[in-house]
Protein backbone atom coordinates (compact mmCIF):
# COMPACT_ATOMS: atom_id res chain seq x y z
CA UNK A 1 0.00 0.00 0.00
CA UNK A 2 1.28 3.35 -0.71
CA UNK A 3 1.30 5.71 1.96
CA UNK A 4 2.80 9.89 2.49
CA UNK A 5 4.30 9.66 6.46
CA UNK A 6 2.04 6.82 7.75
CA UNK A 7 -1.68 8.64 5.60
CA UNK A 8 -2.97 5.69 3.31
CA UNK A 9 -3.21 6.86 0.00
CA UNK A 10 -4.78 4.53 -1.80
CA UNK A 11 -7.58 4.59 0.83
CA UNK A 12 -8.11 8.83 -0.69
CA UNK A 13 -7.80 7.34 -4.30
CA UNK A 14 -10.46 5.15 -3.46
CA UNK A 15 -13.12 7.07 -2.32
CA UNK A 16 -12.19 9.78 -4.59
CA UNK A 17 -11.50 12.81 -2.48
CA UNK A 18 -8.90 14.37 0.02
CA UNK A 19 -10.96 16.06 3.07
CA UNK A 20 -9.35 18.73 5.37
CA UNK A 21 -8.72 16.26 7.91
CA UNK A 22 -6.42 14.27 5.68
CA UNK A 23 -4.67 17.34 4.71
CA UNK A 24 -4.19 18.30 8.69
CA UNK A 25 -2.83 14.16 8.77
CA UNK A 26 -0.69 14.95 6.29
CA UNK A 27 0.87 18.47 7.09
CA UNK A 28 1.65 17.27 10.90
CA UNK A 29 3.54 14.01 9.83
CA UNK A 30 5.68 16.39 7.52
CA UNK A 31 6.06 18.56 11.14
CA UNK A 32 7.73 15.80 12.34
CA UNK A 33 9.38 13.70 9.51
CA UNK A 34 10.09 17.23 7.03
CA UNK A 35 12.24 15.05 4.89
CA UNK A 36 9.91 14.04 1.42
CA UNK A 37 10.86 10.83 -0.46
CA UNK A 38 10.56 10.56 -4.20
CA UNK A 39 7.89 8.24 -3.54
CA UNK A 40 6.33 10.20 -1.13
CA UNK A 41 6.38 12.94 -3.81
CA UNK A 42 4.91 10.99 -6.98
CA UNK A 43 2.50 9.97 -4.55
CA UNK A 44 1.04 13.10 -3.68
CA UNK A 45 0.89 14.06 -7.10
CA UNK A 46 -1.14 11.15 -7.88
CA UNK A 47 -3.46 11.37 -5.28
CA UNK A 48 -3.82 14.92 -6.74
CA UNK A 49 -5.02 13.62 -10.37
CA UNK A 50 -7.24 10.99 -8.74
CA UNK A 51 -9.10 13.22 -6.22
CA UNK A 52 -11.29 15.32 -8.12
CA UNK A 53 -13.03 16.42 -4.91
CA UNK A 54 -10.36 18.07 -3.18
CA UNK A 55 -10.12 20.58 0.49
CA UNK A 56 -9.59 24.03 -0.33
CA UNK A 57 -6.16 23.42 2.05
CA UNK A 58 -4.97 20.22 -0.47
CA UNK A 59 -3.41 22.83 -3.04
CA UNK A 60 -1.00 25.37 -1.23
CA UNK A 61 0.22 22.01 1.11
CA UNK A 62 0.63 20.69 -2.29
CA UNK A 63 2.22 23.22 -3.52
CA UNK A 64 4.68 23.77 -0.37
CA UNK A 65 5.74 19.86 -0.37
CA UNK A 66 6.01 19.44 -4.12
CA UNK A 67 8.02 22.98 -3.59
CA UNK A 68 10.21 21.63 -0.80
CA UNK A 69 10.75 18.36 -2.21
CA UNK A 70 12.46 20.01 -5.29
CA UNK A 71 14.00 22.97 -3.84
CA UNK A 72 15.46 22.38 -0.35
CA UNK A 73 15.57 18.18 0.32
CA UNK A 74 18.48 18.07 -2.58
CA UNK A 75 21.01 19.78 -4.31
CA UNK A 76 21.76 22.84 -5.37
CA UNK A 77 19.23 23.74 -3.01
CA UNK A 78 17.02 26.67 -4.03
CA UNK A 79 17.37 25.84 -7.57
CA UNK A 80 15.92 23.50 -10.66
CA UNK A 81 18.11 21.43 -12.63
CA UNK A 82 17.92 19.87 -15.80
CA UNK A 83 17.19 16.03 -13.88
CA UNK A 84 14.43 17.92 -11.55
CA UNK A 85 12.92 19.60 -14.30
CA UNK A 86 12.38 16.59 -16.47
CA UNK A 87 11.33 14.71 -13.40
CA UNK A 88 8.39 17.39 -12.53
CA UNK A 89 7.72 17.87 -16.40
CA UNK A 90 7.51 13.52 -16.66
CA UNK A 91 4.46 13.54 -13.62
CA UNK A 92 2.49 17.08 -14.66
CA UNK A 93 2.86 16.46 -18.00
CA UNK A 94 0.99 13.97 -20.87
CA UNK A 95 2.86 14.21 -24.66
CA UNK A 96 3.75 17.50 -23.79
CA UNK A 97 0.08 18.65 -21.90
CA UNK A 98 -0.40 19.34 -18.58
CA UNK A 99 -3.32 17.17 -17.24
CA UNK A 100 -5.35 20.41 -15.54
CA UNK A 101 -5.34 23.79 -14.03
CA UNK A 102 -4.45 22.92 -10.61
CA UNK A 103 -0.89 21.11 -11.52
CA UNK A 104 -0.53 23.86 -13.93
CA UNK A 105 -0.51 26.38 -11.39
CA UNK A 106 1.55 24.37 -8.74
CA UNK A 107 4.61 24.35 -11.66
CA UNK A 108 3.87 28.08 -11.82
CA UNK A 109 4.10 28.60 -8.26
CA UNK A 110 6.94 26.17 -8.35
CA UNK A 111 8.89 28.57 -10.93
CA UNK A 112 8.28 31.49 -8.64
CA UNK A 113 10.07 29.85 -5.30
CA UNK A 114 13.34 29.18 -7.43
CA UNK A 115 16.40 31.16 -7.59
CA UNK A 116 16.99 30.07 -10.85
CA UNK A 117 15.49 27.17 -13.39
CA UNK A 118 16.28 25.63 -16.96
CA UNK A 119 15.09 27.60 -20.16
CA UNK A 120 13.09 24.81 -21.29
CA UNK A 121 11.27 24.77 -18.31
CA UNK A 122 10.48 28.27 -18.81
CA UNK A 123 9.56 27.53 -22.44
CA UNK A 124 7.40 23.97 -21.34
CA UNK A 125 5.31 26.80 -18.88
CA UNK A 126 5.22 29.42 -21.39
CA UNK A 127 3.65 26.25 -24.00
CA UNK A 128 0.86 26.01 -21.50
CA UNK A 129 -0.20 29.22 -21.93
CA UNK A 130 0.29 29.24 -25.63
CA UNK A 131 -1.59 26.14 -26.42
CA UNK A 132 -4.67 27.78 -25.00
CA UNK A 133 -4.28 31.29 -26.62
CA UNK A 134 -3.39 30.05 -30.15
CA UNK A 135 -5.28 26.24 -30.36
CA UNK A 136 -7.81 26.56 -27.57
CA UNK A 137 -6.33 23.52 -25.91
CA UNK A 138 -4.21 22.72 -22.56
CA UNK A 139 -4.48 23.58 -19.32
CA UNK A 140 -5.79 27.02 -19.56
CA UNK A 141 -8.94 25.46 -21.62
CA UNK A 142 -12.13 26.12 -21.14
CA UNK A 143 -14.32 24.50 -17.78
CA UNK A 144 -10.62 22.78 -17.40
CA UNK A 145 -10.30 22.70 -13.75
CA UNK A 146 -10.49 25.20 -10.70
CA UNK A 147 -8.50 28.51 -10.57
CA UNK A 148 -10.17 30.24 -13.44
CA UNK A 149 -10.55 33.45 -12.90
CA UNK A 150 -12.81 36.02 -14.75
CA UNK A 151 -11.80 36.23 -18.30
CA UNK A 152 -9.73 32.59 -18.42
CA UNK A 153 -12.60 31.64 -20.38
CA UNK A 154 -11.48 33.95 -23.25
CA UNK A 155 -8.30 32.65 -23.25
CA UNK A 156 -9.57 28.90 -24.33
CA UNK A 157 -11.52 30.54 -27.50
CA UNK A 158 -8.36 29.98 -30.55
CA UNK A 159 -6.70 33.67 -31.44
CA UNK A 160 -7.88 35.23 -28.24
CA UNK A 161 -6.19 36.24 -25.05
CA UNK A 162 -7.18 37.54 -21.56
CA UNK A 163 -6.40 38.88 -18.75
CA UNK A 164 -5.14 35.82 -16.69
CA UNK A 165 -3.61 34.74 -19.76
CA UNK A 166 -1.41 37.59 -19.72
CA UNK A 167 -0.54 37.89 -16.34
CA UNK A 168 0.45 34.44 -16.22
CA UNK A 169 3.17 34.99 -18.94
CA UNK A 170 4.53 38.03 -17.53
CA UNK A 171 4.83 35.82 -14.47
CA UNK A 172 6.51 32.90 -15.83
CA UNK A 173 8.61 35.17 -18.14
CA UNK A 174 9.99 37.37 -14.66
CA UNK A 175 10.61 34.23 -12.89
CA UNK A 176 13.04 33.11 -14.82
CA UNK A 177 16.44 34.66 -14.37
CA UNK A 178 15.30 35.70 -11.12
CA UNK A 179 17.39 39.07 -10.41
CA UNK A 180 19.61 38.50 -12.82
CA UNK A 181 19.64 40.86 -15.85
CA UNK A 182 19.04 38.43 -18.26
CA UNK A 183 17.40 39.75 -21.87
CA UNK A 184 14.95 37.78 -23.24
CA UNK A 185 15.63 34.76 -24.72
CA UNK A 186 15.27 33.61 -28.31
CA UNK A 187 12.86 30.34 -27.66
CA UNK A 188 10.86 32.90 -25.14
CA UNK A 189 10.43 35.21 -27.80
CA UNK A 190 9.37 33.00 -30.57
CA UNK A 191 6.99 31.68 -28.27
CA UNK A 192 5.49 35.36 -28.03
CA UNK A 193 5.51 35.76 -31.42
CA UNK A 194 3.48 32.66 -31.96
CA UNK A 195 0.49 34.57 -29.40
CA UNK A 196 0.34 37.72 -31.16
CA UNK A 197 0.18 36.20 -34.71
CA UNK A 198 -2.99 33.94 -33.65
CA UNK A 199 -4.73 37.18 -31.72
CA UNK A 200 -3.45 39.80 -34.28
CA UNK A 201 -7.01 39.21 -36.04
CA UNK A 202 -8.64 40.64 -33.18
CA UNK A 203 -8.42 43.70 -30.90
CA UNK A 204 -5.81 42.94 -28.21
CA UNK A 205 -6.19 43.70 -24.89
CA UNK A 206 -4.30 46.24 -23.80
CA UNK A 207 -2.44 44.31 -21.01
CA UNK A 208 -1.38 42.09 -24.28
CA UNK A 209 0.02 45.03 -26.45
CA UNK A 210 1.89 46.65 -23.72
CA UNK A 211 3.59 43.10 -22.45
CA UNK A 212 4.48 42.33 -26.22
CA UNK A 213 5.52 45.97 -26.70
CA UNK A 214 7.93 46.25 -23.46
CA UNK A 215 9.14 42.20 -24.34
CA UNK A 216 10.17 43.06 -28.23
CA UNK A 217 11.79 46.33 -27.24
CA UNK A 218 13.56 44.70 -24.09
CA UNK A 219 15.36 42.18 -27.29
CA UNK A 220 15.61 44.90 -29.43
CA UNK A 221 17.49 47.29 -27.37
CA UNK A 222 19.94 44.15 -26.24
CA UNK A 223 20.81 43.89 -29.86
CA UNK A 224 21.73 47.47 -30.30
CA UNK A 225 23.94 47.63 -27.26
CA UNK A 226 21.82 48.40 -24.25
CA UNK A 227 22.22 46.82 -20.78
CA UNK A 228 18.97 45.47 -19.86
CA UNK A 229 17.36 45.98 -16.39
CA UNK A 230 16.11 42.52 -14.48
CA UNK A 231 12.46 41.36 -16.09
CA UNK A 232 10.61 42.59 -13.29
CA UNK A 233 11.36 46.15 -14.22
CA UNK A 234 11.62 45.03 -18.32
CA UNK A 235 7.92 43.77 -18.10
CA UNK A 236 5.94 46.01 -15.29
CA UNK A 237 3.00 46.80 -16.90
CA UNK A 238 2.09 50.29 -17.80
CA UNK A 239 -0.83 50.26 -19.78
CA UNK A 240 -2.78 53.06 -21.27
CA UNK A 241 -6.16 54.52 -19.63
CA UNK A 242 -7.76 54.78 -23.18
CA UNK A 243 -9.02 51.71 -24.46
CA UNK A 244 -9.80 53.37 -27.73
CA UNK A 245 -6.41 55.17 -27.98
CA UNK A 246 -4.32 54.36 -31.23
CA UNK A 247 -1.72 51.26 -31.17
CA UNK A 248 1.18 54.08 -31.44
CA UNK A 249 -0.21 56.06 -28.83
CA UNK A 250 -0.72 52.39 -26.58
CA UNK A 251 3.27 51.87 -27.38
CA UNK A 252 4.29 55.35 -26.99
CA UNK A 253 2.44 54.84 -23.29
CA UNK A 254 4.12 51.22 -22.62
CA UNK A 255 7.73 52.28 -23.37
CA UNK A 256 7.90 55.78 -22.00
CA UNK A 257 10.11 55.39 -19.56
CA UNK A 258 12.98 53.28 -21.33
CA UNK A 259 15.59 55.79 -21.34
CA UNK A 260 15.83 55.46 -17.52
CA UNK A 261 15.31 51.56 -17.27
CA UNK A 262 18.11 50.74 -20.19
CA UNK A 263 21.46 52.45 -20.92
CA UNK A 264 24.38 51.72 -23.45
CA UNK A 265 25.69 48.69 -21.87
CA UNK A 266 29.70 48.66 -20.57
CA UNK A 267 32.46 46.21 -21.47
CA UNK A 268 32.16 45.35 -18.15
CA UNK A 269 28.59 44.75 -18.36
CA UNK A 270 28.73 42.67 -20.87
CA UNK A 271 31.04 40.87 -19.53
CA UNK A 272 28.98 40.09 -16.38
CA UNK A 273 26.00 39.64 -18.29
CA UNK A 274 27.98 36.85 -20.32
CA UNK A 275 28.89 35.40 -16.73
CA UNK A 276 25.87 35.33 -15.41
CA UNK A 277 24.33 33.17 -18.18
CA UNK A 278 27.06 30.97 -18.08
CA UNK A 279 26.64 30.51 -14.26
CA UNK A 280 22.70 29.89 -14.48
CA UNK A 281 23.98 27.20 -17.23
CA UNK A 282 26.44 25.52 -14.81
CA UNK A 283 23.63 25.24 -11.79
CA UNK A 284 20.85 24.19 -13.77
CA UNK A 285 22.93 21.81 -16.13
CA UNK A 286 21.41 22.92 -19.05
CA UNK A 287 22.94 24.86 -21.97
CA UNK A 288 21.23 27.95 -23.38
CA UNK A 289 22.23 28.11 -27.18
CA UNK A 290 23.72 31.57 -27.86
CA UNK A 291 21.11 33.97 -30.08
CA UNK A 292 22.01 35.12 -33.33
CA UNK A 293 23.41 38.48 -33.00
CA UNK A 294 20.52 40.94 -34.13
CA UNK A 295 18.13 38.17 -35.12
CA UNK A 296 14.81 39.84 -34.38
CA UNK A 297 15.74 43.15 -36.11
CA UNK A 298 16.68 41.65 -39.05
CA UNK A 299 13.53 39.49 -38.83
CA UNK A 300 10.96 42.30 -38.31
CA UNK A 301 12.84 44.30 -40.96
CA UNK A 302 12.76 41.76 -43.48
CA UNK A 303 8.88 41.15 -43.08
CA UNK A 304 6.73 41.80 -45.68
CA UNK A 305 3.80 41.84 -43.09
CA UNK A 306 5.00 42.50 -39.57
CA UNK A 307 2.57 42.93 -37.20
CA UNK A 308 1.31 46.53 -36.17
CA UNK A 309 2.39 46.13 -32.87
CA UNK A 310 6.17 45.19 -33.87
CA UNK A 311 5.91 48.19 -36.89
CA UNK A 312 4.91 50.81 -33.95
CA UNK A 313 7.86 49.18 -32.03
CA UNK A 314 9.90 49.50 -34.28
CA UNK A 315 8.97 53.53 -35.13
CA UNK A 316 8.82 54.59 -31.72
CA UNK A 317 12.72 53.49 -31.08
CA UNK A 318 13.66 55.04 -34.01
CA UNK A 319 12.01 58.05 -33.50
CA UNK A 320 13.35 58.07 -29.71
CA UNK A 321 16.85 57.76 -31.32
CA UNK A 322 16.76 54.89 -29.21
CA UNK A 323 18.36 52.50 -32.20
CA UNK A 324 20.64 53.30 -34.79
CA UNK A 325 23.90 54.96 -34.95
CA UNK A 326 23.95 58.75 -34.42
CA UNK A 327 23.05 60.35 -38.01
CA UNK A 328 22.26 56.79 -39.35
CA UNK A 329 18.95 56.07 -37.75
CA UNK A 330 17.02 53.39 -39.46
CA UNK A 331 15.54 55.31 -42.46
CA UNK A 332 14.70 51.92 -44.14
CA UNK A 333 11.24 50.62 -44.66
CA UNK A 334 10.09 46.90 -44.50
CA UNK A 335 12.51 44.32 -46.51
CA UNK A 336 15.03 46.70 -47.24
CA UNK A 337 12.88 49.39 -49.29
CA UNK A 338 13.48 52.66 -48.60
CA UNK A 339 10.96 54.28 -46.24
Not at 100 to 107: C, K
Not at 197 to 203: M, N, T
Amino acid sequence: MRVVKSVPVEDLEGRGSIKDSDVTRMRKAFEVDPVIQEGEAEAMLRLNRSCPVQAPTWSSFLTDAIADYLLNQSGPEGYITLDKSRWLVGKLATDGWIANRAEFDLLVAVLGRARWFPLSLAAFALEQVAGAVVHGYGPLRRGHGAGLGAGSAQGAVPGTIGEPEIALIRTILSAFGGESVLVLTRPETEILIGINKAVAGRRAPLAWTDLYARAMANVILAENGYAVPPRAVALRPSVAENGEASIEEQIAVSLARLRHEYHTQSVEERALARLERQRIEIVTGEEMAADETGWLTERLLASLRPAAIETAVLAYLDRECLIGAPGQRLGIGWNGRAA
